[in-house]
């Protein structure tokens, strides 16, 4: 079993700053691309931004210059830090991880986690 658990998520005035971590735990051999997603009431879930294994990384147009991804593989975390943040951005928030359960199995597997509500006030 693989799970992938979120925090940091919140309310926070336009212009705030926000940090979201997700954990992936349990039969772990490798994570290739982890990031994010959200999606807002009514609108089709969108990536935000995602970083590989080997530090490439990638952002939304929308996002560009005001958020940040970061990964610890050692522990195998992602981090989102968000700032000047906008009343556009308010939608729960999804990590996305795509993972090698194990040695003998060389397909990754995509797992998503419970998501995490941001809320920007303006």
């Not at 994570?31 to 959200?38: L, P, S």
């Not at 939304?60 to 830090?81: C, H, M, P, Q």
Request: net charge positive; hydrophobic share 30%; charged share 15%.
């Amino acid at each position: 079993q693989v799970h992938l658990v979120e925090s940091g998520g919140g309310l926070v005035q336009a212009g705030g700053s926000l940090r979201l971590s997700c954990a992936a735990s349990g039969s772990i051999f490798g994570i290739n691309v982890m990031g994010w997603y959200r999606q807002a009431p009514g609108k089709q879930r969108e990536r935000v931004a995602v970083a590989t294994s080997g530090g490439s990384t990638y952002f939304a147009d929308s996002v560009k210059g005001r958020f940040t991804i970061s990964r610890d593989n050692a522990k195998n975390t992602v981090y989102l830090r968000m700032t000047s943040l906008k009343p556009e951005d308010t939608a729960v928030y999804y990590c996305n991880a795509d993972i090698r359960k194990t040695w003998s199995d060389s397909t990754y597997y995509t797992y998503w986690g419970q998501g995490t509500q941001v809320t920007v006030s303006s």
